[in-house]
């Protein structure tokens, strides 16, 4: 199985600050990474895909980046509504498999 | 507007069993894999099963494979996850989502149906 290592854990950063949260995969994934955000009490939204494909809708502050095994996902300028934790997702292979999460708050 | 309703879910004994439904609307369901991903309580998202759009190709996670059956009905535009043999450890939100065409992306959420499974 592929494992999917997320880092930080959380993060506190002020409003207007850049924020990257990585994903580290235990082997390649073609560039096949997902990136979700999620707020308390709701469903997940997914932000990124295919690395640095923006979803329809998702504010262009939201970036994703990398190759290989090694993927960022940056927030360019922290807003308070972007207060959430934030998942990776591999698509490369079954079984498909999340890190553990970013928690990210706002100062 | 694209919507997915999970039902079914409860509170149920260990060694029991659960039928949860995903009623899908505002898309041609027909045409879409669908995923099944579930939450514990405070934990982060796990994905257990993936269902093609005609069935013919199925996924399970290795925690729950040979205990739980995901299905669809194309003419009921509804998916169906059959957990039997439940654990305490399969106790929270089960999501149904709509992946991306031809990924496995998920791209839409239902609202969560939970799953309690307790003594």
Sequence with gaps: DIQMTQSPSSVSASVGDRVTITCRASQDINRWIAWYQQKPGKAPNLLVYATSTLESGVP????????GTAFTLTIGSLQPEDSATYYCQQANSFPLTFGGGTKVEIK | EVQLVESGGGLVKPGGSLRLSCAAS??????????????????????????????????????VEGRFTISRDNAKNSMYLQMNSLRAEDTGIY?????????????????????????
């Design chain 1, 60 to 67: 262009s502050r939201f970036s994703g980046s990398g190759s």
């Design chain 2, 26 to 63: 505002g898309f041609t369901f027909s045409n879409y894999s669908m995923n099944w991903v579930r939450q514990a309580p405070g934990k982060g998202l796990e994905w257990v099963s993936s269902i093609s759009s005609r069935s013919n190709y199925i996924y399970y996670a290795d925690s």
């Design chain 2, 95 to 119: 999501y149904c989502a709509r992946l991306h065409r031809g990924t496995y992306w998920s791209a839409y959420w239902g609202q969560g149906t939970l799953v309690t499974i307790s003594s």
